[in-house]
């Protein structure tokens, strides 16, 4: 028997509106703000969520004295088109060389990396 659910997963950063806002351009939803904390509501599987953590510092990839900490899988039907949606959302990319691979890894505009996966 499970002890708890899953309510979000949270995102520490320096700009939580900002980064909300980058999710719900590649996720959809609307932003939802409270003081310190903004909700990503509207979108399907688990909730998102962003915090503001002064002094934060991007996990690093790979890298195994900066550990990434966490990334997110996101399932896209054409890696290509998806990749330039990310990329004129902010997103940059952390390694995509392998084309023939069923996913690129990239960073948000905070730092966190995350799959963009065809698979």
């Known amino acids: 028997m499970a002890v708890a659910k899953l309510g979000a997963v949270v995102l520490d950063c320096l700009d939580?509106?900002?980064?909300?806002?980058?999710?719900?351009?590649?996720?959809?939803?609307?932003?939802?703000?409270?003081?310190?904390?903004?909700?990503?509501?509207?979108?399907a599987g688990a909730p998102l969520a962003f915090q503001t953590a002064p002094g934060f510092v991007p996990p690093q990839w790979p890298r195994a004295d900066a550990s990434q900490q966490f990334h997110l899988d996101l399932t896209v039907e054409d890696l290509d088109a998806a990749e330039k949606e990310v990329l004129a959302l902010g997103a940059t990319v952390l390694e995509a060389e392998d084309r023939q691979r069923t996913f690129r890894v990239y960073a948000d505009p905070a730092g966190h990396p995350f799959c963009l996966c065809a698979c």
Do not use: H, R
């Open 16 to 43: 939580p509106v900002a980064l909300a806002g980058f999710y719900a351009g590649l996720l959809g939803g609307e932003v939802e703000q409270q003081e310190g904390w903004v909700d990503l509501t509207g979108v």
